[in-house]
């Protein structure tokens, strides 16, 4: 149902004012500028460049994709 597009690709949305990620057309009706604001940035605050990060969770992965892109590019699993 969500898929993340590289680069210049998708609709952009700001999450929760802090993180923007780039959603699939189809996507836009499932995904609000805000979600979960509280533990959002609880949780934000503490992901760093070069962390791994494992999200057990269901639903449309928000937190994945922010996670991911602060985290950046990986070195392989």
């Known amino acids: 149902m ?4 590289a ?5 952009e949305r700001v999450i929760n004012g802090t993180d923007t990620i780039r959603l699939s057309p ?4 499932f995904v609000a500028e805000t979600h979960e ?13 070069g962390d791994r990060i494992a999200e057990v969770g269901a639903n449309i992965s928000l937190h994945a ?3 991911a ?8 699993a």
């Open 2 to 5: 969500l898929s993340a597009f």
């Open 7 to 11: 680069s210049e690709r998708g609709l």
């Open 65 to 67: 994709l922010a996670m």
């Open 37 to 49: 604001p509280e533990p959002w940035h609880r949780l934000m605050s503490e992901v760093r460049a």
């Open 69 to 76: 892109a602060r985290v950046g590019p990986g070195v392989g």
């Open 26 to 29: 189809r996507s836009r009706a």
